[in-house]
């Protein structure tokens, strides 16, 4: 049967251009499975004579919206969102570490992926890129929730064997071998992605970094996500670590992880060479203004040359997946 709400719409068309109706029509219809999916949607004057048989919700002062999609978010740190340190490095350090390593428990790592899972419905995100913990505990956890619900998720085990404490820290042979195990896994079921995820350069060895590379190139439909050029001091870091890297983001490309469907967060200190990569290898930046300004790490520079690959890269990136495409 189908069921129509008039209100504000705001949709995108044929061609990926956002579109605002201010009186607006979404009809939907329930297909064989149950699942309630939108038949049409525009203005309330050009609809309503075709759909006029159809029982309309009327909404005014409301706004409809596809479901929103967050590029990067760290479900196992619900609980030390806003707690504050000096900085992205000190921060990891008396916060995040200690409280990830409770997600080597499977009842608490489900605990904390439903809470997430509930807060992401309840601010209107129907899909996320999703950081979990090193522990293939915690991403188990988070795609069985995320699959009861129905939601589109992409997420992965971090990877992280060196430079992290005793309970976070993997190893990184078995590092390795559970990413692919989780890959095959969960990789495509219903509407769950993975994404093999680096924490950043600083945490892994070489070793990790490069087999990490070695799954990206031969699993090319999962995703890749890490962090990047955050912070002065990470920056330092980094480069001191890999010395033969021409910057903190050639890390990643040295060791085969920028290619299409690798999401990289903040790229913030970027030089015009790093916007190049960027651009070339058709990876994506992922801008997380909140944290930025919280951890006092800088701006992204929105007005520079473009650090993301050109928009319509986006729709064939998700093409691959007709049925997770947000709509
Ligand atoms: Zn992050």
Redesign the pocket.
Known sequence: MQQAWRAALLRFDAHGQAVHDSDGLLVTQRDAAGVRRVVAAGSHATLAPQFAQVPVTHLPGRLIAPGFVDM?V?YPQLDVIGSPADGLLPWLEHYTFPHEARFADPAHAAEVAAFFCGELARHGVTTALT?CTSHPASVDALFTEAQTRGLRLIAGKCLQDRHSPDGVRDETGQSLIDTEALIKKWHGVDRLGYAITPRFAPTSTEAQLRGAGALAAQYPAVWIQS?VAENVDEIAWARALFPDSRSYLAIYADHGLMRRRAVY?HCIHFHDDDRALMRDTHTAAAV?PT?NLFLGSGFFDFAGPSACPSPTAWPATWAAAPASRPS
């Open positions: 990067h760290h950081f962090h967060a997380c944290s």
